[in-house]
């Protein structure tokens, strides 16, 4: 790809420190420990601040949990909540791996209501979250017809989970 007549090569085998292609099973195991720990390592360094945020009163009742492009639709849309009586925080969730575990606990410990808001059919974060946390997140707003969340929407969806306490509230304009 990228040059005109050229060949570009890709296998699924192990590789070596120095890119040779290899089947040994002994190197397999020794790379594969050794990017685990580079990725442990990461979630040493890297500070919880850059993992995941949460932006709002830490006291809210209900907490927004979004990973995504989302972020700008959802504080508008908070403003929006706020100006009707409803106070929401929002958990702003920007690494995967290392997965900030300890730190979505802690925060998704405290609310009462917790509202999955995912551009995705199945709600991925929130089945992410359960298994890294152990924290279930009962309602999600989802969206998957390509186009992202609007402030309405996000304002629209949260109202219908509250009022009526509904699961999933799917969205979709196609």
Same mark, same amino acid.
């Given at each position: 790809?990228?040059?005109? +007549? +050229? !060949? #570009?090569?890709?296998? +699924?085998?192990? =590789?070596?420190?120095?890119?040779?292609?290899?089947?040994?099973?002994?190197? &397999?195991?020794?790379?594969? %420990?050794? &990017?685990? &720990?580079?990725?442990?390592?990461?979630?040493?360094? !890297?500070?919880?601040?850059?993992?995941?945020?949460?932006?709002?009163?830490?006291?809210?009742?209900? %907490?927004?949990?979004?990973?995504?492009?989302?972020? +700008?639709?959802?504080?508008?849309?908070?403003?929006?909540?706020?100006?009707?009586?409803?106070? %929401?925080?929002?958990?702003?969730?920007?690494?995967?791996?290392? #997965?900030? %575990?300890?730190?979505?606990?802690?925060?998704?410990?405290?609310?009462? &209501?917790?509202?999955?808001?995912?551009?995705?059919?199945?709600?991925?974060?929130?089945?992410?979250?359960?298994?890294?946390?152990?924290?279930?997140?009962? =309602?999600?707003?989802?969206?998957?017809?390509?186009?992202? #969340?609007?402030?309405?929407?996000?304002?629209?969806?949260?109202?219908?989970?509250?009022?009526?306490?509904?699961?999933?509230?799917?969205?979709? =304009?196609?």
């Amino acid at each position: 790809p990228g040059l005109k +007549g +050229g !060949i #570009f090569w890709t296998t +699924g085998d192990e =590789h070596d420190e120095y890119g040779h292609i290899t089947e040994a099973t002994e190197l &397999r195991v020794r790379m594969m %420990t050794k &990017r685990m &720990r580079k990725i442990e390592l990461a979630g040493q360094v !890297i500070p919880d601040s850059k993992k995941a945020t949460l932006h709002g009163p830490k006291s809210a009742p209900t %907490t927004l949990v979004v990973w995504g492009s989302t972020k +700008g639709a959802i504080l508008d849309g908070m403003d929006e909540l706020k100006a009707a009586g409803i106070e %929401t925080n929002f958990l702003q969730i920007r690494y995967i791996n290392p #997965f900030p %575990t300890d730190l979505v606990r802690q925060i998704l410990s405290g609310p009462s &209501r917790k509202i999955a808001i995912e551009n995705n059919y199945s709600a991925q974060m929130a089945g992410l979250i359960r298994e890294t946390t152990g924290v279930a997140i009962e =309602h999600r707003i989802v969206k998957f017809d390509g186009r992202p #969340f609007s402030q309405n929407e996000i304002y629209e969806g949260v109202k219908d989970v509250l009022k009526d306490g509904m699961k999933e509230v799917m969205l979709s =304009h196609a």
